[in-house]
């Protein structure tokens, strides 16, 4: 079966770094999206990944590899707005996303 | 301003009555979708429509029905045949077809109680 895992919730302090893992299993891959979504609102887009390695975009990276079936998002300087869920998603041989059930990221001060 | 317009933004329904959420878009995407989200699991596809004039279901699209007569509009009915309706609703649009191959743009949500 297709299935993706991560923590069901995280706790960080402002100003610090916080990294969000993601393991995933599906039949075939073609690439692994994050999202982010506040409390009752639109999930945002955030990175995808389809080759090995870590794509930095400003404060968030994402980190991929694909022997291990597993990546990562990396917050640095965490700010409170930064408060949120965070959904990951792999996209599997027919180009339809698994999403996980998301991180719940709470900043403290 | 493009993006996704969803209403109403929270709706409650008795038990035996079909409701139906509305989902507008000015983005000129061709694909839209509707998604269910509870707590603790990740979105699950209801329908999703590639063209106009054109859907399909995806993994839970029993108690559900949809219409796409115009290429800006995608609205979800929830009938009396759903036996679990509470849940938060995304509408959810892309350039092009597959939602693992485009990145979405997602709505506000909706959020219905079945009383």
């Known amino acids: 079966g297709q299935n993706i895992d991560q923590p069901t919730e995280m706790t960080a302090t402002e100003g610090a770094i916080v990294q969000i893992n993601c393991t995933y299993q599906?039949?075939?891959?073609?690439?692994l999206f994050w999202y982010q979504q506040h409390a009752g609102e639109a999930p945002t887009f955030l990175s995808y990944n389809v080759l090995d390695g870590l794509e930095e975009k400003g404060r968030f990276s994402s980190f991929l590899s694909r022997s291990k079936g597993y990546s990562y998002l990396l917050l640095k300087e965490l700010q409170m707005k930064d408060s949120a869920s965070y959904l990951c998603a792999a996209s599997d041989s027919n180009y339809q996303l698994i999403w996980g059930a998301g991180t719940k990221l709470i900043i403290k001060p | 301003d493009g993006g996704i317009t969803q209403s109403p933004k929270y709706l409650f329904r008795k038990e035996g009555q079909n409701v139906t959420l509305s989902c507008e878009q000015n983005l000129n995407h061709d694909a839209m979708y509707w998604y269910r989200q509870d707590p603790g699991q990740g979105l699950r596809l209801i329908y999703y429509s590639q063209i106009v004039n054109d859907f399909q279901k995806g993994d839970i699209a029993e108690g559900y029905s949809v219409s796409r007569e115009k290429k800006e509009s995608f609205p979800l009915t929830v009938t009396s045949a759903q036996k679990n309706p509470t849940a938060f609703y995304l509408c959810?649009?892309?350039?092009?077809?597959?939602?693992?191959?485009?990145?979405?743009?997602f709505g506000a949500g909706s959020r219905l109680t079945v009383l």
């Open positions: 959810a649009s892309s350039t092009g077809a597959g939602t693992g191959a485009n990145v979405l743009t």
């Open positions: 599906t039949s075939g891959f073609n690439g």
